[in-house]
Nanobody, 128 residues
Framework: QVQLAESGGGSVQAGGSLRLSCLAS????????LAWFRQAPGKQREGIAV????????HYRDSVKGRFTISQDNAKNTYYLQMNSLKPEDTAMYYC?????????????????????WGLGTQVTVSS
């Protein structure tokens, strides 16, 4: 199983941008289901974005569509979450997660948070 570590969190004003990175220090990100989740205090964890690395297909939570972009760099064994036009409601701890593409379908993993590898999280705080 891969080992993941997030970076890039911080504090920004509303309308600003951040790029989160998720480095796989053990294992590779190729041919995997890669995702970003977030959890705000007192709220349930929610899936933000997912990429199926085999075909490059991506999906996003409705609240971040058009503002966030998930991407990957296989040469760096890293995937990213570019976050633009940030809003105070985006404030949360952000986690990256990864697992095999099969046998469990990637869309199931994303909708159920069913990933074997998780990072420790990076905090994003957006002030108004």
């Amino acid at each position: 199983q891969v080992q993941l570590a997030e970076s890039g969190g911080g504090s920004v004003q509303a309308g600003g941008s951040l790029r989160l990175s998720c480095l796989a220090s053990v294992g590779t990100i190729t041919n995997r289901c890669l995702a970003w989740f977030r959890q705000a205090p007192g709220k349930q964890r929610e899936g933000i974005a997912v990429i199926y690395t085999q075909g490059g297909e991506t999906h996003y939570r409705d609240s971040v569509k058009g503002r966030f972009t998930i991407s990957q760099d296989n040469a760096k064994n890293t995937y990213y979450l570019q976050m633009n036009s940030l809003k105070p409601e985006d404030t949360a701890m952000y986690y990256c997660a990864a697992d095999a593409l099969l046998p469990v379908p990637c869309d199931y993993r994303w909708s159920h948070g069913d990933f074997g590898a998780w990072g420790l999280g990076t905090q994003v705080t957006v002030s108004s």
